[in-house]
């Protein structure tokens, strides 16, 4: 999720093994295509990752399953669910994307 530009990255299914890696590497490496990031992680608050899991719930419709609150619940809904999906945001480690970039066939 990005908004206002800020990255976030949400954990839909729970405390899943890359949750757990996240957090003790303090750190996530995101790939499209060939191009990779990386970036450190923080786990947000309860109160800041409501809105992020309604604004996620609203566009991943196949995450919509795992979560008590729906498409049309208000953030406090969200907030009270936010300990079973866990959200970090995202800061870039370094601001070229190029310099993260990794070929996979090297």
Not at 13 to 33: F, I, K, P, T
Not at 57 to 77: E, K, M, W
Not at 96 to 102: L, N
Request: cysteine-free; glycine content about 6%.
């Amino acid at each position: 999720i990005t908004e206002g530009g800020r990255r976030w990255l949400v954990a839909p299914y729970g405390e899943v093994s890359w949750v757990h890696n996240a957090r003790a590497a303090g750190q996530v490496q995101l790939g499209r295509g060939r191009t990779r990031r990386t970036y450190t992680v923080r786990q947000v608050s309860a109160e800041e990752a409501g809105p992020v899991l309604q604004r996620y719930v609203r566009i991943a419709s196949a995450a919509r399953p795992y979560f008590a609150a729906s498409v049309d619940a208000p953030v406090a809904a969200f907030v009270a669910e936010a300990d079973r999906h866990p959200v970090f945001e995202l800061t870039a480690v370094s601001d070229d994307p190029a310099a993260d970039s990794r070929d996979e066939t090297d």
